[in-house]
T-cell receptor, first 114, second 112 residues
Framework: GAVVSQHPSWVICKSGTSVKIECRSL??????MFWYRQFPKQSLMLMAT?????????EQGVEKDKFLINHASLTLSTLTVTSAHPEDSSFYIC??????????FGPGTRLTVL | KNQVEQSPQSLIILEGKNCTLQ??????????LRWYKQDTGRGPVSLTI?????NTKSNGRYTATLDADTKQSSLHITASQLSDSASYIC???????????FGRGTSLIVHP
């Protein structure tokens, strides 16, 4: 099946710094990718829809200036957490729909902000 | 309001036993229902996908059922293995939308 990768798999940073997370569709092109956040023992929460070549669509309550999304190509979307704070510590997961309308998730990125 | 409710919240079983997880949804109009397995610290992996006309679908030891009239689905795991320990998430997609609604998941622990 299709593969979606994320990098890095985990990152630890100091409060106030910015962190970039990459999401790649390895064997298909994805015009749309999704970014989720998951807190311990909680369900995945959709943060934003990333659209290739245009601005991302953010869910209500998600600060677009804090979570910058760039979908520069059909296989790459990036999520940058700007001025990260401890409350941003979470598990971030991206997903993409393949040409057969199947949704594949990345392996996730564990962000810890000290 | 479009919702997906899963039960039980957590489940502990012995290796080799069977178990059934439940999913009730109010998402409408309905497009499809997926069951995912999520290992701790990993992204979800698809187990089954069912559309309106499908009642049962199997994937190895996993069998999903769907009753679109009552808006209920179940995931049956046969002869459980230690590696089945994970969170099982029911995801329902609304017709005409690419954005799915996630259940909170059932945490399954299989003990030797």
């Amino acid at each position: 099946g299709a593969v979606v990768s994320q990098h890095p798999s985990w990152v630890i940073c100091k409060s106030g710094t910015s962190v970039k997370i990459e999401c790649r569709s390895l064997d298909f092109q994805a015009t749309t990718m999704f970014w989720y956040r998951q807190f311990p023992k909680q369900s995945l929460m959709l943060m934003a829809t990333s659209n290739e070549g245009s601005k991302a669509t953010y869910e209500q309550g998600v600060e677009k200036d804090k979570f910058l999304i760039n979908h520069a190509s059909l296989t790459l979307s990036t999520l940058t957490v700007t001025s990260a704070h401890p409350e941003d510590s979470s598990f971030y997961i991206c997903s993409a729909w393949d040409p057969y309308n199947e949704q594949f998730f990345g392996p996730g990125t564990r962000l810890t902000v000290l | 309001k479009n919702q997906v409710e899963q039960s039980p919240q957590s489940l502990i079983i012995l290796e080799g036993k069977n178990c059934t997880l439940q999913c009730n949804y109010t998402v409408s109009p309905f497009s499809n229902l997926r069951w995912y397995k999520q290992d701790t610290g990993r992204g979800p992996v698809s187990l089954t996908i069912m559309t309106f006309s499908e009642n049962t679908k199997s994937n190895g030891r996993y069998t999903a059922t769907l009753d679109a009239d009552t808006k209920q689905s179940s995931l049956h795991i046969t002869a459980s293995q230690l590696s089945d320990s994970a969170s099982y998430i029911c995801v329902v997609t609304r017709g005409g939308s690419y954005i799915p609604t996630f259940g909170r998941g059932t945490s399954l622990i299989v003990h030797p």
